[in-house]
T-cell receptor, first 114, second 109 residues
Framework: EAGVTQFPSHSVIEKGQTVTLRCDPI?????LYWYRRVMGKEIKFLLH????????ESGMPNNRFLAERTGGTYSTLKVQPAELEDSGVYFC????????????FGPGTRLTVT | AQRVTQPEKLLSVFKGAPVELKCNYS??????LFWYVQYSRQRLQLLLR??SRESIKGFTADLNKGETSFHLKKPFAQEEDSAMYYC???????????FGAGTILRVKS
């Protein structure tokens, strides 16, 4: 079974540019999550999709971040315009059901904003 | 507010020594607690969860509601246990994981 995949693995962009991160969850997993780890800090929740609907987006830092999940399959996270403080590692995770079920993590996308 | 505290950034032990990675949490309801691990060049993966009450790779963790702790223990450390360990919780009404800052475990030979 293929795991959660993320693209790209690394992205280096300049402040003010736009970047789109993609996540493909494990097939059949309705729940998809985005997290990020900013340098030196803990991994923090960004948002949670159930199929194509946003269940919880309380962790989205501001309106420069836009997440979508087309048809309940893959998800994209767009940052526009990027700022220096957006640098970090963005993780995607998916799970079959909620709460007690294991969240399977992708390898992460390392974003560097210069 | 939900919070997970891992007081040690780095824990260094010798092979064969006991290991205890500390985790304390703050949550007013009934959380579910997890330990996730990230080995070098691998992705974050679940190690164990408190509801399973199982031992994985020799590690155990007991939820102590009185002390609001979920410490991870192993009686005899092995070199392959070297990794970053994260304690995390979810609350009753959501799925999001709240992570601690993580503890690097280094097992020396």
């Amino acid at each position: 079974e293929a795991g959660v995949t993320q693209f790209p693995s690394h992205s280096v962009i300049e402040k003010g540019q736009t970047v789109t991160l993609r996540c493909d969850p494990i097939s059949g997993h309705d729940n998809l999550y985005w997290y990020r780890r900013v340098m030196g800090k803990e991994i923090k929740f960004l948002l949670h999709f159930v199929k194509e609907s946003k269940q919880d987006e309380s962790g989205m830092p501001n309106n420069r971040f836009l997440a979508e999940r087309t048809g309940g399959t893959y998800s994209t996270l767009k940052v526009q315009p990027a700022e220096l403080e957006d640098s970090g590692v963005y993780f995607c995770a998916s799970s079959q059901k909620w709460r007690s079920y294991e969240q399977y993590f992708g390898p992460g996308t390392r974003l560097t904003v210069t | 507010a939900q919070r997970v505290t891992q007081p040690e950034k780095l824990l260094s032990v010798f092979k064969g020594a006991p290991v205890e990675l500390k985790c304390n949490y703050s949550y007013s309801g009934s959380p579910e607690l997890f330990w996730y691990v990230q080995y070098s060049r691998q992705r974050l993966q679940l190690l164990l969860r408190h509801i399973s009450r199982e031992s994985i790779k020799g590690f155990t963790a007991d939820l102590n509601k009185g002390e609001t702790s979920f410490h991870l223990k192993k009686p005899f450390a092995q070199e392959e246990d070297s990794a970053m360990y994260y304690c995390a919780l979810t609350g009753e009404y959501g799925n999001k994981l709240v992570f601690g800052a993580g503890t690097i475990l280094r097992v020396k030979s």
